[in-house]
C-alpha cells in the first residue's frame, strides 16, 4: 500500500501544474498571437484555421513551478534546467521563423551536451544475454544520440490534436506507478508526475479541437525529458529499451528489467513512425527531415476516421504497451510477453496493409497532399 503522505504529494505533483498550465495557456495564446506563432492551415496541415503555437511555453512553465515546489537542488538537476531552457528557446524561434534543420539540431545537440557533460547523467553500460558491456568514452555520444532520438521521435509524432502530450502524458503516468510501487522517489520520480500535470494542463486545451499546439517548443520539450528521465532511473540498459519491440521476444535478459522496458512504454509507437519516415524518404530518394503525410496517424485518418478517433486509437495502443510493461515489472512476466507479442503482430499488419513505408502503388499522391 502506498502511504498516505506519498499519496498526497503524487497528487499536489500533478494537481499544481495541472491547474497553472490549465490557466497559463489562455494568456500564452494571446502571446503567441501577438509575435507571430501560428501555424496557418494548408500543405500537410489538417486544421482548418489558423492556430497558435507556444504550448511548450506553458508545459514549462508547469514544470519549472512544480520543481520550484517538490525539486531538490543539485547539479543534475542543474543540467536539468539548462538544457531544458536551451531546447525550449530553441523551440519557441522555430515556431515563430522556422529555423533550418541544422540550427535546429544544433541547438538540440547543445542541450543533450550539457546533460551529458555537466550534468554527468550517461547511458554507461549494458548487460544481455550474460554479456556486460562498459562503453567507457562511448558513453557520451550514445547519450548524445539517445536524447536526440527521443526529442526528434515526439515531434514527427506530433501532427494530431493531443498526440504528442496525451503519448508523453502516458509515458509519465507509467514511469510514475513503477517508481512509487518500487519505493523509487528520486528526481525521476518528480519529473515524471510534474510533467503528467503538466501536460495534461496543455491537453484541456490541446486536445481535439485544438485552441493552441504544442509546437517545437513543446513537443521537443516532452522528448527532451523523457529521455532525461529514462536516463536518471535506468541509465545501464536504457539504450536497449529503444529496442524493446524486438528483443522482448527474443527474451533477453538485463541487470535492471525496468530499465529496459520503462522507454518503450511511450517510445515504441514514435520509434516505429520514425523509423517508417526515414526508411519511406530514402527509398524516394528524399531528405530525411522532409515532411510527408504517410505518418501513422496519417494512415488511419485514410481509413475514415477522424482526428479524435485516431488520437484516441493511438492512445489505446500506447496504454496497451504501457499496461504489459507495468505487469511484466510488477507481476507477470509472460503476460507481459504475450501483450508484447500481439501488439506487435497488430503493427506488422498494419504495416503490410497501408503504404506506412512507401506507396509502391503511386508514389506521386504525396505531392497532392502537400
Keep these: 500500500m502506498i502511504d498516505s503522505k506519498l499519496f498526497a504529494k503524487i497528487i499536489l ?5 495541472f491547474t497553472f498550465v490549465a490557466l497559463v495557456i489562455p494568456f500564452i495564446k494571446k502571446i503567441a498571437v501577438q509575435i507571430g506563432a501560428v501555424d496557418m492551415p494548408g500543405g500537410r496541415h489538417i486544421h482548418k ?3 497558435p503555437k507556444l504550448g511548450g511555453l506553458g508545459i514549462f512553465l508547469g514544470y519549472l513551478l512544480g520543481y520550484m515546489i517538490f525539486g531538490t537542488p543539485s547539479s543534475q538537476m542543474n543540467s536539468i534546467l539548462i538544457g531544458s531552457f536551451i531546447i525550449l528557446i530553441t523551440g519557441i524561434i522555430d515556431d515563430i521563423v522556422e529555423l533550418k534543420p541544422s540550427i535546429k539540431f544544433a541547438g538540440q545537440l547543445m542541450a543533450a551536451l550539457v546533460i551529458a557533460i555537466y550534468g554527468g547523467i550517461l547511458l554507461k553500460d549494458v548487460s544481455a544475454f550474460g554479456i556486460y558491456l562498459d562503453f567507457g568514452i562511448m558513453s557520451y555520444p550514445l547519450t548524445i544520440f539517445f536524447i536526440l532520438g527521443c526529442v526528434n521521435c515526439i515531434n514527427l509524432i506530433d501532427g494530431l490534436d493531443g498526440l504528442s502530450g496525451g503519448i508523453s502524458s502516458i509515458y509519465y503516468l507509467t514511469i510514475g506507478i513503477i517508481a512509487t510501487m518500487q519505493g523509487k522517489h528520486g528526481l525521476d520520480f518528480v519529473l515524471a508526475f510534474v510533467m503528467l500535470g503538466s501536460t495534461l494542463g496543455f491537453l484541456v486545451h490541446n486536445f481535439n479541437p485544438a485552441k493552441i499546439f504544442a509546437g517545437d517548443s513543446g513537443s521537443n520539450f516532452m522528448g527532451f525529458i523523457i529521455a532525461v528521465i529514462a536516463l536518471l532511473g535506468f541509465k545501464n540498459v536504457t539504450f536497449l529499451g529503444l529496442m524493446i519491440s ?5 527474451g533477453l535478459k538485463t541487470v535492471t528489467l525496468t530499465s529496459l522496458l520503462i522507454p518503450a512504454v511511450l517510445l515504441v509507437l514514435p520509434i516505429m513512425d520514425t523509423l517508417f519516415a526515414i ?7 528524399e531528405s530525411i527531415s522532409k515532411g510527408d503525410s504517410y505518418h501513422i496517424h496519417h494512415q488511419l485518418l485514410r481509413r475514415n476516421l477522424s482526428v479524435k478517433q485516431t488520437v484516441l486509437i493511438i492512445y489505446l495502443v500506447d496504454i496497451l504497451f504501457a499496461s504489459a510493461s507495468i505487469i511484466y515489472i510488477l507481476k507477470d512476466k509472460y503476460l507481459g510477453y504475450i501483450i508484447y507479442g500481439i501488439l506487435l503482430a497488430l503493427v506488422i499488419v498494419f504495416v503490410i496493409n497501408t503504404n506506412v513505408i512507401y506507396d509502391f502503388k503511386d508514389s506521386s499522391k504525396e505531392k497532392k497532399h502537400e
Design 246 to 250: 524486438v528483443i522482448m521476444l527474443l
Design 13 to 17: 505533483m500533478v494537481v499544481i501544474p
Design 49 to 51: 484555421k489558423p492556430t
Design 279 to 285: 526508411i519511406r524518404r530514402f527509398l524516394k530518394g
